[in-house]
Each structure stands twice: as C-alpha cells, then as structure tokens.
C-alpha cells in the first residue's frame, strides 16, 4: 500500500517562501496523480493543485495560481509544492494525496473524492 509523507513545512512570515515535499514509499509514484489540498482550523479542506503522472499537466485553484508551483521530479519518488509570496491566510495543515492515473493529461483541479493515499499533513504557518 503506497504511503506518502509531507515535508518542509514549518512558520515563516508574510511574503516569504517554502517548499513542501511529498515522497511515496514505493519507487510506483510515477504512476499515480498526485494532488496538494490544504485545511485551515474551522475550515472545510481545499484543492489547491494536482500534477499528472508524467508531470506535464497541473491545475491550480485560483486562490494560489501564480503563489504556487506544483512540480514532480519521478527519479526521487517526489512531489513538491513551491510556495511563493505567502500570506496569513495560507496558515493551514497541507496535505498530498495520490491515485493510481497513467493519464498525460489531468483536466480539472481534482477533488478529495478523487484520491486513494494521502499523507499525515505538515503545518504551515504565516505570521509576523
């Protein structure tokens, strides 16, 4: 059973960066789509992006287009999400979650429904 597991996350302030990582347990995560969300304390949990298998499609939701960049390099078994010009209102828990998908192609921002493994999560925390 594939399992992921988050990391970088950590607190930085207004207008900086991070980036997170998503690496599977299997050398198999070339084969699946891997999707990033996020859930903020009281609130419901959010797609933010979603990368195809080959890595050559992504989405984004329109809260984080042109903030974040979701990227995949398969020879590490990793997924990252680079966090640029972050805001408080980004403080959340980020999640990855993966399916099994050999499409070239993903065509929309994928829900939580659309997913089979997801990791533990990693807090991330904006604030000056």
């Known amino acids: 059973q594939l399992q992921l597991v988050e990391s970088g996350g950590g607190s930085v302030q207004p207008g900086g960066s991070l980036r997170l990582s998503c690496t599977g347990s299997?050398?198999?995560?070339?084969?699946?789509?891997v999707g990033w969300f996020r859930q903020a304390p009281g609130q419901a949990r959010e797609g933010l992006s979603c990368?195809?298998?080959?890595?050559?499609?992504?989405q984004y939701a329109g809260s984080v287009k042109g903030r974040f960049t979701i990227s995949r390099d398969n020879a590490k078994n990793t997924v990252y999400l680079q966090m640029n010009s972050l805001k408080p209102d980004d403080t959340a828990v980020y999640y990855c979650a993966a399916r099994f998908d050999l499409s070239e192609e993903v065509l929309h921002l994928a829900g939580e429904d659309e997913y089979d493994y997801w990791g533990p999560g990693a807090q991330v925390t904006v604030s000056s």
């Open positions: 299997e050398n198999v995560l070339d084969m699946y789509r």
């Open positions: 990368i195809s298998s080959n890595g050559k499609s992504t």
